[in-house]
């Protein structure tokens, strides 16, 4: 018996963070669309799960990315009223670090040139006020009200069932195995079937270079190790007492969010230990990975550093400058991809799933997104080499 065969307008590969985004954009828009994805919907190996992601209009990369961050905002709160639960949670959002280093320096920036209300503090008002930080005292801190964090794996399911209930089709644990162009559009193989379609958007994760090999270079996938720590001081580390936050210090940039959904307060240091990987052979979590989280949190959020709660690896897919990539492929006009959102992307994926969405249909989108191309690596090797 021959495998199957299906017809779609638009098949998206990896129904992760901006994949479910994206196939929700297309079938609300009356298209035919197939979401594939090789494991479970949501699923723990890759990067869209760790229950809670930051969010937050305080852009300390780029000012540049507030229109996005606005349109993603929006996009958000309409989701979250058609979900089945709370998605986004307000907290407020700290960036707090030295006053000449780029991530404080960069907050300021941020709320200034968007005229984003926030307030300044040292490290040790800022300590005054929400006990959980112990800052040292010559530390700037930028708090801005905006900030919040989204129930990561619950933000997926939404935008999946919202896909659903407008038509389209999303399968879990189909592995592509291979796709190509046709003249008449494109082609893509599994192990269970082989789907046609109009358009094809891959929105693979740290899979990105494989299923699109002019990808291996330009979407790097590194090992990264979260943390849960029970505080000591629980009343201090609720939604309602500690802000979200990043934190620049001599060991690194850290980030954390409150105790929600499971036991402990949440922390990651960004770029962890720097490791290149197989997204296929991920190491799991070592006693190494949580002597770096654990001493951060004795040092600077001394309350929380209670006994560990549970250790789990994610991915960062890193591009050669940290910027994202969403573009039209240049010598292949009916693939789109997203892909080297370098860990801090998730609170983007649905402006991102919206320009996705134009990308395949149109080949072009009203969101600024000239900055997201891959012409301008121009052969440019890996971030992290």
């Known amino acids: 018996m021959s495998p199957r065969a299906a017809e779609y307008d638009v098949v998206v590969v990896g129904v992760g963070a901006m994949g479910s985004a994206a196939t929700y954009h297309l079938a609300r828009r009356g298209h035919d669309v197939l979401g594939l994805e090789r494991y479970d919907v949501p699923h723990s190996r890759g990067s869209s799960h760790g229950v ?36 986004i949670h307000g907290t407020g959002y700290v960036a707090a670090g030295p006053r000449d280093g780029d991530l404080y320096r960069g907050a300021v920036e941020a709320c200034r040139t968007h005229d984003l209300e926030h307030e300044v503090l040292t490290g040790a008002a800022l300590g005054d006020r929400y006990p959980g930080y112990d800052l040292p005292a010559e530390f700037g801190a930028v708090v801005q009200p905006d900030g919040g964090f989204l129930h990561a794996e619950q933000c997926i399911v939404a935008h999946v069932e919202a896909a659903h209930r407008h038509g389209a089709d999303v399968r879990a644990r189909e592995a592509v195995s291979g796709w190509e162009t046709t003249t008449n559009g494109v082609s893509v193989r599994t192990e269970k079937g082989r789907y046609t379609a109009d358009e094809l958007v891959v929105t693979a994760g740290a899979w990105a270079g494989e299923v699109v090999p002019e990808l291996e270079t330009t979407a790097v996938p590194e090992r990264q190790v979260l943390g849960w720590f029970q505080p000591t001081s629980r009343e201090d580390f609720q939604p309602e007492t500690f802000p979200v936050c990043s934190i620049a210090s001599p060991e690194g940039h850290f980030y954390a969010t409150p105790v929600y959904g499971v036991p402990g307060l949440k922390l990651g240091k960004h770029h962890h230990l720097g490791e ?17 989280l654990r001493s951060f949190t004795e040092r600077y959020l001394p309350g929380a550093a ?12 890193n591009s050669p400058d940290g910027e994202f990539v969403v573009d039209v492929l240049p010598d292949d006009p009916r693939v789109t991809v997203a892909a080297g959102f370098s860990g801090h992307g998730f609170k983007f994926s649905p402006v991102v799933g919206e320009v996705l969405a134009d990308l395949a249909v149109h080949g072009e989108s009203d969101h600024p997104t000239d900055r997201f191309s891959l012409d301008r690596f121009d052969g440019a090797g890996s971030v992290l080499g």
């Open 52 to 87: 809670t992601r930051i969010v937050r209009k305080t852009s300390y990369e780029d000012p540049a990315h507030l229109p996005l961050l606005d349109r993603a905002y929006e996009l958000w709160h309409d989701l979250d009223e058609s979900a089945t639960s709370d998605l």
């Open 306 to 317: 209670g006994p560990t709660m549970g250790l789990d690896t994610c991915l960062y897919t």
């Open 276 to 292: 290149t990987v197989d997204p296929d052979d991920v190491a799991d979590p070592r006693p190494a990975d949580e002597r770096v």
